[in-house]
Each structure stands twice: as C-alpha cells, then as structure tokens.
C-alpha cells in the first residue's frame, strides 16, 4: 500500500520511517517525494485545541491532496507545573515563526526554563503526547495516541534528538531523550508507541485483505 506520511520535520520523518520499516508491502512516500509545497491552507491547519484534532486534520488534508492514505503526527509536551503547557502549542512556544528549526528549538527550551524557574525537580514532572492520524482520501480517519513520562531538567543534556529531548529526563533509563540513540528513543517515545500502533494496524488491514482475496 503507498502511504504518505505527511511531515515536514526531517527528525520526525526519520523516526517514523525506521518504525514502519518492517509492515510488509507499506511503500512510503514524503512530502518531497510526492512534491507538494508547502502553502498557507496547511500552515493554517494547527489550530485546534486537542493533538487529536490537529492531526486528523493534517492526514486528511493531505490524503485528499495527494489521492492517497495519509499519516500525519501531531505532538508536543505538556508540562504539569505549567497546567499542560506548552501543549499543542509546542512548536510556536517561543513565538519564533521563520527562524531555523534547531533556533525555534533553542529559543522553546529557553522560553520553558525561564517559566520553570525556581520550580522544585520534583514538580517538573511533564509528558511527551504524540497523536498519529491515518487518512484515506475519502475523509475516514483513525488515531492513535502515545505518552512518554518524564521530567524537566534545570539544564540542557546531549545532542541527539530535536525540540525538548536535551531537557526531557526519562527516569526508567536515567538519560534525556537527547542522550539516548535514535533507536532507544523510538522504543521509549510518545512517537514510537503512537506509530508502533499504527504499525499493528496496518498489519492487520493488510491481513484482512488477503483473506478476503482467497
Ligand atoms: P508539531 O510539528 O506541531 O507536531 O510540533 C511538535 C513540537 O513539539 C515540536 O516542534 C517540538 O517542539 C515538540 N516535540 C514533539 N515531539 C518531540 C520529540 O520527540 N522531541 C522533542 N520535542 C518534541
């Protein structure tokens, strides 16, 4: 089955490929490949309230775009101390629209560490949430969401990763997302279990079809 994952985040696309590399048949394409550029209708999309809604309407925008089943993520951070912020808005925390991913990235951590400052490490408690949609090109959509449980540092550590991982500490192994390899982190992350849903669904679809075809 050809699938479009519909990202523009070279860290996200990345991750989600390595987790859907072994669902038989699945042939992924990404925005480049299937050469659509970036407009103002899908810069608009981000603006609802929940993950869920947001990337629902990121797959179906898409699947309607290119005529084929669509996935998109919608994800961010929410932190206790802040009452769920940054939330949906994780990408824009910092008001930095236009600058450089990895400069938008920087001035986000900042903006967080300047909010959390003089906040108790035991009140830094947050959670990566990453929402994946599937869409098909007649508007059915499904979703599926992932949750990964950490804390907030008083200081940035590592360098792999992107976005809060270098501030993102996950007490099971003891490192930041950002010091984890890109392998550890998709067997722990709000994306690895989202799109290892995803993944089992798919199977199952392609299952199902095969025993119809007998
Ligand atoms: P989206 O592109 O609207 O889904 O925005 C997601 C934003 O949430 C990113 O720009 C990051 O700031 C943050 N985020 C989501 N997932 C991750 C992750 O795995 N690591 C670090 N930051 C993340």
Do not use: W
């Amino acid at each position: 089955m050809p699938c479009l994952v519909a990202t523009r985040s070279a860290h996200k696309l990345a991750e989600i490929g390595k987790i859907l590399a072994d669902v038989p048949g699945l042939q992924l394409t990404d925005l480049e490949g299937a050469a659509i550029p970036e407009s103002d209708e899908e810069r608009g999309l981000e603006r609802f309230a929940t993950f869920e809604e947001n990337a629902v309407a990121k797959a179906r925008y898409f699947a309607a775009k290119s005529g084929i089943p669509s996935l998109a993520d919608d994800s961010g951070l929410e932190v206790d101390a802040l009452d769920g912020r940054p939330g949906v808005r994780s990408r824009r925390f910092a008001h930095a629209d236009g600058l450089p991913p990895d400069v938008q990235d920087r001035l986000n951590n900042e903006r967080l560490l300047e909010l959390l400052g003089g906040t108790s490490p035991s009140q830094r408690t947050a959670r990566y949430v990453c929402v994946a949609a599937l869409a098909f090109p007649d508007g059915t959509a499904y979703t599926f969401r992932g949750v990964a449980n950490g804390l907030i540092l008083g200081c940035p550590r590592g360098t792999g990763g992107f976005g809060y991982d270098p501030l993102f500490y996950d007490r099971g192994i003891g490192r930041t997302f950002a010091e984890l390899t890109p392998e550890e982190k998709n067997e722990r992350s709000h994306r690895g279990e989202a799109f290892r849903a995803v993944a089992r669904f798919l199977r199952e679809c392609a299952a199902e079809k095969e025993t119809q075809a007998r």
